[in-house]
């Protein structure tokens, strides 16, 4: 019973440090941007920025698209080598 509680404790801990870095890093992210770049954005219309907004929406589509493909794969192929052990296992059933 002890070492339930520990587990749990330490499941709560490791959940508030994660909650605490998502909460913390945002402004780190943000801090990474270009300031030539900003300036140019900023000064440039609303043409200009909207632009840029469908720019980076469309650079996101294939490699967004291609991860989700390679994790639908390998959750579809899962279980192909595992079933060949069951198979294997059954015949030394002496």
């Known amino acids: 019973m002890q070492k339930l509680v520990n587990v749990r ?8 440090l994660a909650v605490l870095a998502a909460l913390g ?5 943000f801090s990474q941007g270009c300031a030539l770049c900003y300036t140019q954005a900023a000064a440039s219309g ?11 929406i469309i650079l996101i ?12 794969l390998a ?3 899962r279980n192909q080598f595992h079933q060949a052990d069951v198979s294997l296992r059954a ?3 002496w």
């Open 9 to 16: 404790s330490l499941f709560r801990l490791g959940m508030a």
């Open 46 to 56: 609303a043409r200009i920025i909207r632009a840029l907004r469908s720019g980076i």
């Open 75 to 77: 959750y579809r192929r």
């Open 61 to 72: 589509i294939p490699p967004l698209s291609m991860c989700l493909a390679a994790m639908v």
């Open 25 to 29: 890093l945002p402004p780190l992210a």
């Open 91 to 93: 015949g030394a059933d």
